[in-house]
C-alpha cells in the first residue's frame, strides 16, 4: 500500500488490526505472534479503494467483459483462477458475515484432512468465517456450512458466540494452479493475481500477491519490458508461497501437520507463506 501511495486510504477504510494467528488442530492449538501486523478488511472495501485510487489517477474504467484478444500492445491479465475439475472430490469455498465479539487474532481450524475453517474480523467489526471443502461433504451437510463445524469443539464454541448476518456464499471449483512456468501468449502478455498463481487461502497472501504483481505487471509492461522477464521475478515471490501451501496440504492430509507444527519455529512458518518483495526489482 506504501509502494503504491495508498497507505492512507487503507487505514481510512477502517482495517481490524491482528497481533496473532491461532492455529487449532484436534490434539494441539498453537498461538503464533505475527511480526508484523496484519489487516482484516473486505473484499468489498478493499476493491472499491483500488477503483477509485485507480480512477483518481486516470484509469478509465470499463465494469464489463472485455474481449483481451482485440488488441495487438501490452496487456495486463488480471482474470481470477481457473475453476474446470471433475465432480465429486472438486473443493469448494465458502463464506458469509457474523456478528460476535472480536478479537486480534486469525483463527484457522484444521480437523479433517479435507477441509478447514478460518475466523477472523474485518472493518466494521463484522466477523468473516470462511473456509474449503469439497463438495461431496457440503452436500451431505446440505450446504450448511455450520454443520461441518459439529465434529470439532474449538470451532463450535467460536461460532457459538457468533450470529450470522449474510446468507453463505459459495466459490469454486477450486484449483490450486500455477502459470509461473507456462510460457505467456505473447512478449507483452503479463498475467497477475490468481491467473498467474493460485494458492492455498489459508496463507491469508493472495490479496499480497494479487496486488505485488498487479503493481509489477502494470510497471513491467509501462516499461515496455519482455513478459518472460517479468515472469522471472514473480516466480521468485511466489514460488515459495506455493510450495508451502503444497507441504502443509500434503502433511494435514497425512496426519503429520500436528507434529511439523511443533517443529517448525514461529517466523519460518510467517515468512514461508509470504510471497518476497523485495524481489520485485522496482
Ligand atoms: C474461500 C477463499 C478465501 C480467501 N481468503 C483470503 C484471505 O483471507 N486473504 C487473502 O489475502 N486472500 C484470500 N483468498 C485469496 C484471494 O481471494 C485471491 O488471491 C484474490 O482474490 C486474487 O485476486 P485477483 O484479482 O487475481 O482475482 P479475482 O479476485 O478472482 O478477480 C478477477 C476478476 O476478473 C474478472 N474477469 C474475469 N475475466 C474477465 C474478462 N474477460 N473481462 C473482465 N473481467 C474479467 C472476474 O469476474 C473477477 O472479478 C481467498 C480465496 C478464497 C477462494
Same mark, same amino acid.
Request: hydrophobic content about 40%; some cysteine; glycine content about 12%.
Given at each position: 500500500m506504501d509502494q503504491l501511495g495508498l497507505a492512507a486510504d487503507f487505514q481510512a477504510a477502517g482495517p481490524h488490526r491482528y497481533r496473532y494467528v491461532d492455529l487449532h488442530f484436534p490434539r494441539t492449538h498453537r498461538r503464533i505472534r505475527l511480526p508484523e501486523d496484519g489487516w482484516g478488511l473486505s473484499r468489498l472495501a478493499f476493491?472499491?479503494?483500488l477503483l477509485?485510487? $485507480? #480512477? #483518481?489517477a486516470g484509469a478509465r474504467v470499463r465494469q464489463e467483459k472485455v474481449d483481451l484478444s482485440i488488441d495487438g500492445g501490452a496487456v495486463v491479465e488480471a482474470r481470477g483462477r481457473r475453476c474446470h475439475a471433475a465432480r465429486g472430490a472438486r473443493l469448494f469455498g465458502f463464506k458469509a458475515h457474523f456478528a460476535g465479539p472480536v478479537d486480534d487474532a486469525v483463527? &484457522?481450524?484444521f480437523w479433517d484432512s479435507s477441509c478447514y475453517v478460518g475466523v477472523n474480523a474485518?472493518? !466494521?467489526g463484522a466477523i468473516n468465517v470462511c473456509g474449503l471443502a469439497p463438495e461431496d461433504l457440503l452436500k451431505a451437510r446440505g450446504f450448511h456450512p455450520e454443520d461441518l463445524? $459439529? !465434529?470439532f469443539a474449538p470451532l463450535q464454541s467460536r461460532l457459538g458466540g457468533l450470529? #450470522?448476518?449474510s446468507a453463505w456464499m459459495f466459490t469454486g471449483p477450486l484449483l490450486f494452479d500455477s502459470r509461473l512456468r507456462q510460457p505467456p501468449p505473447s512478449p507483452r502478455t503479463y498475467w497477475a493475481g490468481d491467473q498467474l498463481s493460485f494458492v492455498d487461502p489459508f496463507t491469508g497472501s493472495g490479496m499480497l500477491a494479487a496486488v505485488f504483481t498487479g503493481r509489477r505487471a502494470g510497471?513491467? $509492461?509501462a516499461a515496455g519490458e519482455d513478459g518472460a522477464a517479468y515472469l522471472r521475478v514473480a516466480s521468485a515471490s511466489l514460488g515459495g508461497p506455493r510450495q508451502t501451501s503444497g507441504l502443509v496440504r500434503w502433511a494435514v492430509r497425512s496426519g503429520l501437520a500436528e507434529t511439523l507444527l511443533h517443529l517448525t519455529p514461529e517466523s519460518w &512458518?510467517?515468512?514461508?507463506t509470504r510471497p518476497v518483495l523485495k524481489a520485485s526489482g522496482r
Amino acid at each position: 500500500m506504501d509502494q503504491l501511495g495508498l497507505a492512507a486510504d487503507f487505514q481510512a477504510a477502517g482495517p481490524h488490526r491482528y497481533r496473532y494467528v491461532d492455529l487449532h488442530f484436534p490434539r494441539t492449538h498453537r498461538r503464533i505472534r505475527l511480526p508484523e501486523d496484519g489487516w482484516g478488511l473486505s473484499r468489498l472495501a478493499f476493491d472499491q479503494m483500488l477503483l477509485d485510487a $485507480a #480512477r #483518481r489517477a486516470g484509469a478509465r474504467v470499463r465494469q464489463e467483459k472485455v474481449d483481451l484478444s482485440i488488441d495487438g500492445g501490452a496487456v495486463v491479465e488480471a482474470r481470477g483462477r481457473r475453476c474446470h475439475a471433475a465432480r465429486g472430490a472438486r473443493l469448494f469455498g465458502f463464506k458469509a458475515h457474523f456478528a460476535g465479539p472480536v478479537d486480534d487474532a486469525v483463527s &484457522l481450524y484444521f480437523w479433517d484432512s479435507s477441509c478447514y475453517v478460518g475466523v477472523n474480523a474485518v472493518e !466494521g467489526g463484522a466477523i468473516n468465517v470462511c473456509g474449503l471443502a469439497p463438495e461431496d461433504l457440503l452436500k451431505a451437510r446440505g450446504f450448511h456450512p455450520e454443520d461441518l463445524a $459439529a !465434529g470439532f469443539a474449538p470451532l463450535q464454541s467460536r461460532l457459538g458466540g457468533l450470529e #450470522r448476518q449474510s446468507a453463505w456464499m459459495f466459490t469454486g471449483p477450486l484449483l490450486f494452479d500455477s502459470r509461473l512456468r507456462q510460457p505467456p501468449p505473447s512478449p507483452r502478455t503479463y498475467w497477475a493475481g490468481d491467473q498467474l498463481s493460485f494458492v492455498d487461502p489459508f496463507t491469508g497472501s493472495g490479496m499480497l500477491a494479487a496486488v505485488f504483481t498487479g503493481r509489477r505487471a502494470g510497471l513491467s $509492461a509501462a516499461a515496455g519490458e519482455d513478459g518472460a522477464a517479468y515472469l522471472r521475478v514473480a516466480s521468485a515471490s511466489l514460488g515459495g508461497p506455493r510450495q508451502t501451501s503444497g507441504l502443509v496440504r500434503w502433511a494435514v492430509r497425512s496426519g503429520l501437520a500436528e507434529t511439523l507444527l511443533h517443529l517448525t519455529p514461529e517466523s519460518w &512458518l510467517f515468512h514461508w507463506t509470504r510471497p518476497v518483495l523485495k524481489a520485485s526489482g522496482r
